[in-house]
């Protein structure tokens, strides 16, 4: 019997390294129960892995990322949920691909990050670094013929280049050093809110969940609660206890905030490849029974 899942994975369909039929066989050689691919602002990648899954063992779940913002609520603290520090994803799982509404969000947020690319090579070549946006998109088609409309480019494409080039020793220090948050060649992306990105989800049928809740970098616990009561309000699902960068100890946070507030409880590596080269796929070990509610209801 198959113990374990995996409901967080990227592919070269965003900026993963890996193909996505590739991915789910190997999912399948890790002998896990279910595998999600859940791409950054795209369903390119699913119909690739879906029909590679048709043949194996393991349950494929289609899904996607999206990157959000709060629309500026402000909590009794009188803290703005804008003004939160960290990132806040959203994955969807069980959508369908096909739905008008996501794959419009999806095009929306393509052409987000078409306008904020040329703005950050730009800004780095003034740092003097020798890139260029042609580059950028060979690199990210992953050797098939570049096509600005239809490739998606990223930050870490960003840092693979940098590395390439030998302008960073690593893809970490491009972020640190350059395109992080708040760093010299950083520009932020428009993004939907969160309410919007849950809406999309799901008109696709899909379950919102609340990606690595870590990221979203809050002080405190207390925070963290009221954070994610408001996305509740929003509509939101559920949460991801199990994630490569949780710690044991904020795994059992999120689950007991799962419990509390009455979420789905989701998990998953987020897997890139070797873009990430510590995060392996089926890692953290989530357990079936820890997301058998989602599992159900995607399959009612």
Do not use: W
Request: aromatic share 4%.
């Amino acid at each position: 019997m198959r113990r374990f899942v995996d409901l967080h994975t990227h592919s070269t369909a965003s900026d993963g390294d890996t193909p996505p039929a590739e991915l789910v066989r190997l999912a399948e050689a890790e002998r896990l129960a279910a595998v999600a691919l859940t791409d950054h602002d795209t369903v390119a990648g699913l119909a690739e892995a879906r029909q590679a899954a048709d043949a194996l063992e393991v349950r494929f779940v289609p899904g996607i990322e999206i990157s959000a913002v709060f629309a500026g609520t402000t909590l009794r603290s009188g803290v703005s949920l804008r003004s939160t520090r960290g990132m806040l994803h959203i994955v969807g799982l069980g959508i369908n691909p096909d739905n008008g509404r996501l794959q419009e969000t999806a095009r929306l947020l393509r052409q987000a990050r078409n306008e904020r690319n040329p703005q950050m090579v730009a800004k780095l070549c003034e740092l003097g670094m020798d890139i260029s946006m042609d580059e950028l998109i060979a690199l990210a088609s992953h050797g098939n013929r570049p096509d600005a409309d239809s490739v998606m480019v990223g930050r870490l494409h960003i840092a693979r280049l940098l590395r390439a080039k030998g302008h960073v020793r690593s893809e970490a220090e491009a972020f640190d050093r350059y395109i992080g948050t708040g760093k010299p060649a950083f520009v932020d992306k428009e993004k939907l809110t969160a309410r919007e990105s849950i809406d999309a989800i799901h008109s696709a049928g899909g379950v919102a969940i609340l990606a690595h809740p870590v990221e979203l970098k809050c002080t405190n616990d207390a925070m963290l609660d009221r954070v994610v009561k408001s996305l509740i309000h929003d509509g939101l699902d559920g949460i991801e206890a199990y994630h490569s960068s949780h710690s044991d100890r904020q795994a059992r946070s999120y689950l007991d905030l799962a419990r509390r507030l009455r979420l789905l409880v989701s998990g998953g590596s987020d897997f890139h490849g070797s873009a990430k080269s510590g995060v392996k796929l089926g890692r953290p070990r989530v357990p079936v029974e820890a997301v058998e509610q989602i599992l159900a209801r995607l399959a009612g």
